[in-house]
């Protein structure tokens, strides 16, 4: 058990100064947050040298582990020679290596890329450029976007309009631009194919919609919504950031679907979780639509300033590189199964569990609020595990757990049952 009272000072500190994303500050202190001053490996160490076991990656971008001696090395070399230079109408060799070999990872044909540093800031120029796409080729309509029940694709006005209603889109409903969402992926599919005409792009995450409590859906539906696109020329926007770079056990969740996009958003683990980056990816057949005479309406007019950065293009190179040479998704596929096996048997022992959702390295486990009589009870079994040293995070009733794909069998079995334990000490 990590003592937890040395902390304290800390996250009054933290309180008087900082806003925490998606937190409600009135209660910060109350779910055990930790504040993390180091990291080694799969642990994160706390101000006072408690150790956690980082099971949610951070927010699902550590791959290999924190503080790993290839990236901090790359890190160093790169900023002996150039930290950041603009990509806005000019270039940098870092960046540009980091495409030419992205380009040979991704399942389309001569991609081009263009950085961002968010996630949410990759969707924002994916819907721009679907919507753009329709106006350079003078084809009228084309202004709406079909997209997902359940989805999430960021927290800006363009990246919320796609995402699904929900608790933290509601208030805003003003703001958001309308979008249909379909029940199912064989329903968009139809609705693709019935509407094409006004549609301008169609967006969904493939296989996990991980962001709405890890909810699957599966590679025929994804296939079939595929096909659809193609055959009606709305552009497919695949939005990878959570799914990418060997999440589910693939490089990407579309080549495990089987599809071949014509948009692409990646994010969260491109860097190794070291410094944001993200990437709109287009096919050729979009890109040429957006060639015309120099400062031409056929410009795509956006681009944020840290795009491209050359600090997170060194970063992600060898990251890439350490995917590959460490044999990261052989990894990712045992202890998958592990993972999907060992919920199931902790889920069968607790009828408090409503469901279990798995999918590569997600893992979802669903409450039964109603049945524990506290709406809270997913928060708090987060909150307890941080007792146990286990770093979990709660979306609504669900405990979600995102392990580092580096980890080990030992690991995913500890994670797994400090998640029955504490569910077993709130609900008993
Ligand atoms: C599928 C998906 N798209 C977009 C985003 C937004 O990414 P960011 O938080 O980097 O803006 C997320 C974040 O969780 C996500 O899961």
Redo the contacts with the bound molecule.
């Keep these: 058990m990590n003592s937890l009272e040395n902390s304290s000072n800390w996250i009054d500190r933290d309180s008087q100064v900082v806003w925490h994303g998606f937190t409600q500050m009135g209660s910060y202190g109350e779910n055990n947050p930790v504040i993390a001053a180091r990291g080694e490996g799969r642990y994160i160490f706390d101000t006072h040298g408690n150790k956690y076991l980082d099971a949610i990656s951070s927010m699902w971008v550590i791959t290999i582990g924190h503080a790993v001696d290839e990236l901090n090395r790359a890190l160093i070399d790169q900023a002996g020679k150039i930290s950041h230079a603009t990509m806005l109408g000019n270039g940098c060799d870092r960046t540009i290596e980091l495409a030419e070999i992205l380009a040979e990872l991704v399942p389309m044909d001569s991609p081009r890329f263009l950085f961002a540093s968010?996630?949410?800031s990759a969707?924002e120029q994916a819907i721009k450029i679907a919507f753009q796409y329709w106006k350079n080729l003078s084809i009228g309509g084309h202004e709406s976007f079909v997209a997902l029940r359940g989805a999430?694709?960021?927290?800006t006005l363009g990246?919320m309009s796609v995402g699904d209603d929900g608790f933290y889109s509601g208030i805003f409903a003003p703001l958001r631009f309308p979008t249909v969402h379909c029940s199912d992926l064989y329903e968009m599919a139809d609705y693709v194919l019935a509407n094409s005409d006004s549609l301008a792009g169609a967006i969904i995450?493939p296989l996990v919609q991980?962001?709405s409590g890890v909810l699957l859906n599966d590679a025929l539906g994804v296939m079939s919504l595929a096909s659809a696109c193609k055959k009606t020329g709305v552009p497919l926007i695949v939005?990878e950031?959570?799914t990418g770079f060997g999440r589910t056990g693939s490089m990407f969740a579309s080549q495990e679907a089987g599809i071949r996009p014509d948009i692409m958003?990646l994010?969260?683990a491109l860097t190794g979780g070291y410094l944001p980056m993200?990437a709109t990816v287009v096919s050729e057949e979009i890109a040429q639509a957006f060639i015309g005479p120099d400062l031409s309406n056929k410009t795509l007019y956006h681009g944020h300033t840290f795009g491209g950065n050359a600090l997170a293009s060194a970063l992600a190179i060898e990251h890439l590189k350490l995917l590959d040479t460490l044999d990261v998704l052989a990894n990712v596929k045992e202890r998958s199964i592990q993972l999907y096996d060992s919920l199931e048997v902790m889920s069968r022992q607790r009828p408090i569990v409503a469901q279990v959702r798995s999918r590569g390295l997600f893992g979802g486990i669903e409450l039964d609020c109603d049945l524990a009589g506290d709406s809270l009870l997913a928060r708090k079994v987060c909150a307890k595990a941080v007792e146990y040293g286990v770093m979990l995070r709660s979306i609504g009733p669900t405990v979600t757990t995102v392990p580092i794909l580096t980890s080990t069998p030992e690991e995913i079995d500890r994670i797994v049952w400090t998640i029955g334990e504490c569910i077993d000490q709130l609900s008993s």
Excluded: F, L, P
């Excluded at 999430?152 to 927290?155: E, K, Q, T, V």
């Design positions: 968010d996630g949410a969707v999430y694709h960021g927290d990246a995450e991980a962001a939005d950031i959570a958003c994010g969260k993200s």
